[in-house]
């Protein structure tokens, strides 16, 4: 790497700050330095990991994950929506597979990163849960994760089901690393509550409310979300097709994210579905193109967001034909890692530019210093095993 200090004798201060990012992106002062709270439309277009902070009245969105369970792409990953709020608060809305890589691409604080609202329990939505369970237990989070979603139409079916079976399946991985990581970071812990529930609370803290509705998806359970915080709404719709409830929920609001899947067409051509097979999941259990242009009609978002394709030209192209019929309003077909700053007077579309080899982000006092008690062993038989050839490092002192 070039010495950043002889790019400065010969170029700008811009290239300087540019070559500090890179370098020493997790210093306090360069976050400080660069943490001017422009407004949202004065920013740069480009949003670097750890080097701004959000306004106290901002909300700021990131797609993680705006694609497809098949396939997954190197470009876009599984449905997954990360927002922070200028009171520090970070919510996840679906995990889907994949999306994991996204969120430590933003390198955020993962003490803050502990709380997840899932649509529903399809793999493309909830898939990286454990991911980020263990992932960000790893990476600085001290306290639980909690997980907030659905009953279904059995027991079997519902969030809190799933989320015992997660750490049934992760019993093994859980275990080990007891009394080495803090001890409440491995804790996950099921918030379910009832999928019928028409615009009810299931989260309110920290002037933050966030009500469920349901959604129309393949079998009872699926529901949607809208988030308010400071007088910005953001409404978050997990797969459905055009539902009543959606409708009533999200009118008005601030950021309105719905899925639009493929048209019956676009789905022969790109996944060489069948006719019939096509039409039912582009428009019976999903919404296409048409139908997302007559909802958001009937909201009227100040940005309206569309996901849930694999993007390219001809069909962005078929998507934007069908919707225009209908809606003429502000449109965005979400894409991986776009981002936007938003306040009572501006939404600004970003893009996060981040490391393809990303590095944990530093963790806290806290984290350092939160209890861990017992401690993982091996039976005598594998400790019996260990080469006497080898001495390891004494332990530093707890
Ligand atoms: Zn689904
Ligand atoms: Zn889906």
């Given at each position: 790497m070039p010495?950043?200090?002889r790019i400065a004798s010969k170029t700008s201060i811009g290239a300087v700050c540019a070559a500090l990012v890179l370098l020493c992106a997790d210093t306090a002062l360069?976050?400080?330095?660069?943490?001017?709270?422009?407004?949202?439309?004065?920013?740069?277009?480009?949003?670097?990991?750890?080097?701004?902070?959000?306004?106290?009245?901002?909300?700021?969105?990131?797609?993680?994950?705006?694609?497809?369970?098949?396939?997954?792409?190197?470009?876009?990953?599984?449905?997954?929506?990360?927002v922070?709020?200028?009171?520090?608060?970070?919510?996840?809305?679906?995990?889907?597979?994949?999306?994991?890589?996204?969120?430590?691409?933003?390198?955020p604080d993962f003490h803050r990163v502990d709380k997840i609202f899932a649509s529903h329990l399809h793999t493309d939505h909830v898939g990286d849960a454990p991911v980020v369970w263990v992932g960000g237990w790893l990476s600085g989070r001290y306290r639980p994760l909690h997980i907030y979603g659905p009953s279904g139409a059995e027991p079997a079916l519902g969030t809190a089901a799933y989320v015992e079976g997660l750490k049934k399946t992760y019993a093994w991985d859980i275990a080990g690393r007891s009394g080495i990581l803090p001890d409440a970071g491995g804790q996950l812990i099921a918030h379910e509550f009832d999928y019928k529930q028409d615009g009810g609370v299931v989260y309110e803290a920290n002037g933050v409310k966030i009500t469920s509705f349901p959604a129309v998806h393949v079998i009872d359970g699926p529901v949607s979300y809208r988030l308010e915080w400071n007088g910005l709404s953001f409404v978050f719709g997990g797969d459905s097709a055009p539902n009543k409830w959606f409708i009533e929920h999200a009118k008005g609001a601030d950021f309105v994210i719905h899925e639009m899947f493929y048209t019956p067409k676009g789905l022969e051509t790109a996944l060489g579905f069948p006719p019939r097979q096509a039409t039912i999941v582009s428009s019976?259990?999903?919404?296409?193109?048409?139908?997302?242009?007559?909802?958001?009609?009937?909201?009227?978002?100040?940005?309206?967001?569309?996901?849930?394709?694999i993007r390219q030209p001809e069909l962005d192209q078929m998507m934007l034909e069908e919707v225009r019929k209908v809606y003429d309003g502000p449109l965005v077909i979400a894409d991986d890692l776009m981002a936007w700053n938003i306040t009572k007077d501006?939404?600004?579309?970003?893009?996060?530019?981040?490391?393809?080899?990303?590095?944990a982000p530093p963790t806290t006092q806290g984290y350092k210093t939160a209890p861990r008690s017992g401690q993982a062993s091996y039976s005598e038989y594998i400790d019996a095993g260990k080469w006497p050839g080898y001495t390891p490092p004494p332990l530093p002192e707890p």
């Open positions: 010495n950043p200090l360069l976050q400080t330095a660069m943490a001017e709270e422009a407004p949202p439309e004065k920013r740069p277009q480009a949003w670097y990991p750890r080097t701004e902070t959000i306004g106290p009245d901002e909300m700021f969105v990131v797609a993680l994950g705006t694609g497809m369970p098949t396939p997954i792409t190197r470009a876009q990953k599984s449905t997954a929506w990360y922070e709020l200028g009171n520090g608060d970070i919510f996840l809305f679906d995990v889907g597979s994949g999306s994991a890589e996204n969120l430590f691409a933003l390198r019976y259990i999903h919404t296409p193109p048409s139908g997302f242009g007559k909802i958001m009609a009937e909201v009227k978002p100040r940005l309206a967001v569309g996901y849930h394709t501006a939404i600004a579309q970003r893009e996060v530019v981040s490391a393809e080899r990303v590095q």
